[in-house]
């Protein structure tokens, strides 16, 4: 099973979406936070972190860490020169 499979498998799509959404909150609350003070924005940092979907999603992250390293681990070993990166993209498919 390749690493996208696995993705796919172990983590179902809303679990995706909310973490897309999660980071994208994220990204939004850091450039509100030029006119923010300091205090706000770490209490805006501390709710995010402790949605229900942030920490399901670093939970996750967490937990397949080791699999992951693995996966990123084989897929650089194998060799795709510049413009013959066929054996990994098909790894990796």
């Known amino acids: 099973?390749?690493?996208a499979q696995r993705l796919h498998s172990t983590?179902?799509?809303a679990s995706l979406t909310s973490l897309l959404l999660a980071v994208l909150?994220?990204?939004g609350a850091t450039t509100e936070a030029a006119s923010?003070?300091?205090q706000e924005y770490e209490?805006?940092?501390?709710?995010?972190m402790n949605h229900p979907a942030v920490r399901s999603a670093l939970e996750h992250i967490?937990?397949?860490?080791?699999?992951?390293m693995a996966d990123l681990m084989a897929l650089t070993q194998i060799p795709a020169p510049p413009f013959m990166e066929e054996e990994r993209g098909?790894?990796?498919?």
Not at 43 to 48: E, G, N, S
Not at 62 to 68: H, I, K, L, S, V
């Open 90 to 93: 098909l790894a990796s498919a």
């Open 36 to 38: 923010q003070s300091q």
């Open 1 to 3: 099973m390749t690493f």
């Open 11 to 13: 983590l179902p799509f």
């Open 25 to 27: 909150v994220m990204a």
């Open 62 to 68: 967490e937990e397949t860490d080791d699999q992951t």
């Open 43 to 48: 209490a805006q940092i501390r709710t995010l």
